[in-house]
């Protein structure tokens, strides 16, 4: 009986076709990886990637235009691959591998060293690099190019898998239009603008601090402000994201606005990797779990970047406003005010975790006085500044969002790093939680927890939890992807931007039953 | 300790359990043969679609359980003995209580067809049944054509499960039009047309007449009633309504009917039992349900009721405006208050269709004071709340028409068509 398996998992020969096409455009680039020197690099980096697109698209169109639209979840813990089956591993450790070499061992791609010429598959990429940058490619280049056609293809995908929702759709174009302009093309463009006597740090100008880690480094800081008004907006603007467009935005939409609309690693996560979106885990065991690593990460990371500053200001007030000791007494200023605020008007939303909220604020406060007493010129607390950010650059920038983030997505799902390791998400997730308008409303008694609102989470909420609760869903990890109110059968859930009243509003006794026991047990 | 004891452990026991654990610190033990954890039974189709396993379907985690000091039994309960509060399983074990709730739930209903007990005939309600189908079912090569009997919500979620492992699948329906008995004429036939555009061979006014047989006991075939047409097949699903299961019950002092028939307090005629979900059968109906409501919502609303009974708080079973809601294949339906197949005496209805087919509204009304009585909508989310507190207010079916955006549960960025229904809403009394 269990050889007998069910149909639904079987490819189509159309869909077959579509497979065999990606490969051989994929097995181009693993030629030029094994150093085969293709005599026409654009021509054959060109047919690589039209055959990973064609094949994408001629899959596509066959999986899911053949059907009727709505929820196209059909078989989906039969399929290998989506279900941590053999070829699910066998992605996850190319993934991994692939990842391993692009971190640490970036010659193995080809890159050159100092005054040699690209090699392998990096050299493929070098006609396009040219064209858009004006220079070589580097691992980067490769990465970034790879990256978006893998949202640009499986955006494709995946509008077509959800072409009866227009939120869906619309998202969609939104997270592969910031792909391709902000993360893609404008940082090619804008190195092109660089010369010897004009240096500007390029890069994704939507990756903000603390995605951005280093945002703030010295050499980066200089060069903004040696460069001009431009420089120096760019600059401001990279403060301003943090602090004040941010937090607007997400009071007024949630951190959805960011994490599934404008960010390329939720970008990534929404199309190449939904078809794992089950594979979370949404055991309460992973949710303490979760909420101690991400947390973590944002003290690391505000402790990190506050002595990576502390140690290139200087002393001397004389010279610049901005000392070692003016910025500590900012930041201390600044989280005081935050903690306060909140504890003053959010201690009863935070419940428990106001304790452990209190914890990671005095252990902050209590380094920086620290930082203030113990720290040399280039040391804080007797350790190397450098240090402490290549290991949060090794650990959470290369370990945490790259090889497990993207890599273990067959494995862990495709939300590992946005759930566990994104301070980013961890910021907007506090704002979401206690100054927002977001929420996933749930519609009154309707809801049969059967289950595939939590199942197709892909930040491992429970979502069902609270929706045959009556209860609407406000969880600072919610990235408001809405596939929960897509697949429920039952038109339960919906994602709205409302008033603050009312927002969290559990309930014992659901709409349907008896008013006077519903107000007699409802009553808080 | 008093202990209370709960039978069964689908929505309407846990429900109840759940809420004792909430007031009081009692004893609390529920047993079922059917499955160690309770699950979320109208999940079940997902489960052989594919789209979930059976630890999806499982509303709380395991360890739930122990932390509320809510005891799980694993057994089958062969009768009861009233007079001593004693319970006897299969095995002779036997458990004592203070209290008992009954909540058995349903099995398929069998209407004494020929071939109905054959291996390959099988219902769809339990986790065992959908175990079988999986045995029976597991693709189209060992499953060629399969025949449900039964134009009703279970039908056509057995009719859509098979599609998914692409076996053909014939559905027999008994009536003129899918599920005509509750849906008006203009939503039904959208439905099935909605059926047969997924390559679903529906049969409608089709009977039953036999299930036949190979020579190792298996059905390989049914016979039409009305044609006496042969469709040989491999599985033969009967999805044709259920009923109270109660075969044990009836061995005990605890009076049934179709049912355990129980008063508005959902106690039985014996003192300290009560019976609560699709086992229970109301003495007297309430307003228009029926005396028994074989429904999720229903089953977890007469736990809250009874939990509170049980806790010292003696409350009578009041549920408000009905509503329900299912999907057939891609389309949702929802409904709150009463909309009729036809409309009532004195009522009537303004139907709407868009152009695509796969979106609908019915809404009944009283004629003469146009006060709104209830809709069906299809493939438009609709508010729940704000219904219950239209039909509260007793608002007019102009009124609802009016402001039917208030009520819109769409997704962000969904066209909306309340202006559409509101000008065809409005040209039908011009042109009348």
Same mark, same amino acid.
């Given at each position: ?7 639904? !998992? ?24 094994? *150093?085969?020197?293709?005599? *026409? @690099? ?36 039969? @399929? ?72 640009? $293809? ?24 910031? !792909? ?31 995605? *951005? ?8 800081? *200089? ?100 000392? @070692? ?39 902050? $406060? ?159 | ?22 007031? #009081? ?47 799980? &039994? ?24 203070? &209290? ?5 739930? #349903? ?97 409608? &006014? ?5 299930? #036949? ?18 469709? #040989? ?181 969904? &066209? ?17």
């Amino acid at each position: 009986m269990s050889l007998a398996k069910p149909d639904s !998992q079987a490819l189509s020969k159309t869909q077959k076709i579509g497979v065999a096409i990606g490969v051989i455009g994929l097995f181009i680039m693993t030629l030029a990886f094994f *150093n085969v020197n293709f005599p *026409n @690099k654009t021509l054959f980096l060109t047919l690589s990637l039209v055959m990973i697109t064609l094949g994408t698209i001629i899959f596509s169109n066959n999986a899911y235009l053949t059907k009727h639209e709505g929820i196209k979840n059909d078989g989906v813990w039969f @399929k290998s691959i989506a279900s941590r089956g053999f070829w699910g591993w066998i992605l996850g450790i190319v993934l991994t591998l692939f990842y391993i070499v692009l971190y640490f061992k970036a010659e193995w791609f080809g890159l050159a060293g100092k005054g040699e010429a690209n090699t392998g598959l990096i050299a493929l990429f070098d006609p396009l690099s040219y064209l858009l940058s004006g220079g070589p490619a580097s691992q980067w280049f490769v990465y970034g190019t790879l990256y978006t056609v893998a949202i640009l $293809i499986f955006g494709y995908k995946f509008i077509l898998k959800y072409r009866h929702n227009k939120h869906e759709r619309i998202r969609t174009y939104s997270v592969m239009f910031f !792909q391709l302009g902000f993360a893609f093309l404008i940082p090619e463009f804008m190195a092109r603008m660089n010369s010897d006597s004009f240096h500007l740090p390029y890069y994704d100008l939507k990756n903000i601090w603390p995605l *951005n880690y280093y945002n703030f480094d010295q050499y980066r800081v *200089n060069d903004f402000i040696s460069s001009g008004t431009i420089g120096l907006a760019l600059l401001i603007f990279g403060i301003a994201s943090i602090f004040i467009i941010t937090p607007i935005l997400t009071y007024k939409y949630g951190k959805r606005w960011y994490c599934s609309w404008v960010c390329g690693c939720g970008g990534l996560a929404e199309t190449a990797g939904d078809p794992f979106r089950h594979l979370s885990d949404k055991s309460q065991f992973a949710w303490k779990v979760e909420r101690w690593v991400v947390h973590s990460v944002v003290v690391f990371v505000t402790l990190m970047t506050t002595a990576v500053i502390y140690s290139y200001l200087g002393d001397d007030s004389s010279k610049y406003w901005l000392t @070692k000791n003016v910025f500590l007494i900012g930041v201390a200023t600044l989280l005081t005010v935050v903690f306060a605020l909140v504890m003053i008007f959010k201690r009863q939303e935070l419940a428990k975790d106001a304790q452990y909220g209190a914890i990671g604020y005095f252990v902050i $406060i209590i380094v920086l006085i620290g930082m203030h007493y113990f720290s040399g010129t280039k040391n804080v607390f007797l350790v190397d500044t450098s240090f402490l950010k290549s290991s949060y650059g090794f650990l959470i920038g290369a370990i945490f969002s790259g090889v497990i983030g993207v890599g273990f997505y067959p494995i862990f799902g495709n939300r590992v790093w946005c759930r566990f390791g994104c301070p980013m998400a961890a910021v907007l997730g506090f704002q979401q939680r206690l100054f927002s308008k977001f929420r996933i409303t749930t519609n009154g008694g309707q809801c049969i927890s059967c289950g595939n609102c939590s199942t197709y989470c892909e930040m491992g909420i429970d979502v069902r939890a609270y929706a045959q609760k009556g209860e609407n869903i406000v969880r600072s990890s919610c990235v408001g992807c809405g596939i929960c109110a897509a697949v429920c059968p039952r038109g339960v859930l919906k994602l709205e931007n409302d008033s603050m009243k009312g927002r969290i509003n559990s309930n014992d006794i659901l709409l349907g039953n008896d008013v006077n026991l519903m107000d007699l047990v409802n009553q808080k | 300790m008093e202990h209370i004891v709960i039978i069964g452990n689908g929505i309407s026991g846990i429900t109840a359990a759940r809420h004792i654990r909430k007031l #009081s610190d009692k004893k609390i033990t529920i047993i079922s043969a059917e499955t160690e954890h309770f699950f979320s039974r109208t999940a079940l189709m997902y489960i052989y679609m594919g789209h979930m396993k059976y630890e999806h379907t499982k509303p709380y985690e395991d360890w739930f359980w122990k932390k509320n000091r809510i005891d799980l &039994k694993f057994g089958f309960v062969k009768t009861i003995d009233t007079a001593t509060n004693t319970l006897h399983f299969d095995n002779s074990e036997t458990l004592q209580y203070d &209290k008992l709730i009954v909540s058995t739930g #349903s099995k398929s209903n069998k209407f004494g067809w020929k071939g109905q007990d054959l291996d390959g005939v099988i219902g769809l309600y339990s986790k065992q049944d959908l175990d079988q189908l999986e045995a029976l079912a597991p693709n189209k090569e060992v499953c060629q054509r399969a025949v449900v009997v039964g134009g009703g919500l279970i039908g056509i979620e057995l009719t859509e499960m098979l599609h998914t492992r692409n076996i053909p699948v014939t559905l027999l329906v008994r009536e003129d039009n899918f599920w005509d008995g509750v849906l008006p004429l203009g939503d039904a036939q959208m439905i099935n047309r909605h059926i047969k555009n997924h390559g679903i061979d529906l049969r409608l &006014k089709s009977n039953l007449k036999e299930i #036949s047989a190979d020579e190792n006991g298996r059905a390989n075939a049914v016979i039409i009633e009305e044609t006496s047409e042969t469709i #040989s097949c491999n599985l033969v699903g009967l999805t044709a309504g259920v009923t109270p299961n109660i075969d044990m019950i009836k061995t005990t002092g605890i009076e049934t009917d179709s049912g355990v028939l129980v008063n508005r307090y959902l106690e039985t005629n014996i003192e300290h039992i009560y019976a609560i979900g699709d086992c229970a059968q109301q003495r007297e109906p309430i307003g228009n349900r029926k005396p028994v409501e074989a429904v999720w919502y229903t089953g977890r609303m007469m736990g809250e009721t009874v939990a509170q009974t049980i806790c010292g708080n003696r409350i009578p079973y009041n549920p408000g405006h009905w509503f329900n809601s299912a999907k057939f294949f891609d389309i949702e339906y929802q409904t709150y208050g009463w909309v009729f197949a036809k409309p009532k005496e004195g009522h009537a209805h303004f139907h709407w269709k868009h152009d695509d087919d796969t979106k609908s509204i019915t809404i009944e009304y009283h004629e003469s004071s146009n006060e709104f009585l209830g809709i069906n909508t299809f493939g438009i989310r609709m508010k729940h709340e704000v219904f219950d507190r239209w039909l509260t207010e007793k608002r007019t079916a102009d009124y609802v028409m009016e402001h039917l955006k208030e009520a819109n549960f769409d997704p962000e960025f969904y &066209k909306t068509f309340e202006r559409n229904i509101l000008n065809s809403y409005s040209k039908q009394f011009i042109t009348t």
